[in-house]
């Protein structure tokens, strides 16, 4: 799971940021609202924790932008502001959830969880499931039709992202950058030829039409009514 924390306060954001990926996520920061949209802009991240006091553009200019290009990536407000009036405006806003600082780090890895769960189809035992697409919360096991499927990493975290996001188009370079970083200088052609590789394993168990192609811009897993 991607995470995007936008947080001024680097001391706060280090401590929160090492947390997280010591609890297996990934995560990329921002210390200011302009830079917090336009990596929130990417459509890569499972989760956004967003201050809401942020140098130049502040939380809810951001979080407006992002529910006005009908973004529905789940976003935890973190605040100093403890009044009703200020939590109200950030639900109506489009916030999902809202913590007030400062807080229990327990206390705001469960509300991520929380957010995680009811946002990508995630089981009771925290699996990801999609049509006869079992991914168990165990690092890497897949399964399709009850038979294992032997993804590497890559592959494993391409389906995984594709499961999160089941029926939405993706776009290549959403799909680049959430699996091999905004960072890396591998291109386009790898996602398509990583998607081959998914595709034949997934055909072996008579899924291999979960993955759609959208002409010109990306993918999409999407079951038909005579699939699996």
């Given amino acids: 799971m991607r995470l995007l924390l936008v947080e001024d306060d680097k001391f706060l954001a280090d401590a929160v ?10 995560v990329d920061s921002a210390d200011n609202g302009t830079e917090g949209l336009l990596m929130a802009q990417q459509g890569i991240y499972d989760v956004i924790v967003l201050d809401l006091m942020l140098p130049g553009m502040d939380g809810l200019s951001v979080l407006r932008a992002i529910r006005s290009k009908a973004d529905t990536t789940p976003v935890l407000i973190l605040t100093a502001r403890d009044s009703v009036e200020a939590r109200v405006k950030g639900l109506d806003v489009g916030a999902d959830d809202y913590l007030v600082k400062p807080f229990a780090i ?5 509300r991520i969880r929380s957010l995680i769960r009811r946002t990508k189809g995630i089981g009771a ?13 165990s690092e890497h096991e897949a399964y ?85």
């Fill in 17 to 26: 940021a090492s947390i997280l990926e010591e609890e297996g996520y990934d």
């Fill in 144 to 228: 399709c039709s009850g038979q294992p499927l032997q993804l590497t990493a890559k592959e494993y975290e391409l389906l995984s992202y594709m499961v999160q996001h089941k029926g939405q188009i993706l776009r290549r370079e959403q799909m680049l950058n959430r699996v091999w970083g905004m960072d890396s200088e591998t291109n386009d052609t790898s996602v398509d030829l990583y998607i081959h590789y998914l595709r034949k394993k997934l055909s072996a168990c008579g899924c291999g039409s979960y993955i759609r192609t959208v002409r010109g811009v990306g993918y999409m897993l999407k079951a038909g009514q005579g699939d699996v």
């Fill in 106 to 110: 327990d206390e705001l890895l469960a």
């Fill in 125 to 137: 035992s925290g699996e990801l499931v999609y049509g006869a697409i079992v991914l168990p919360s």
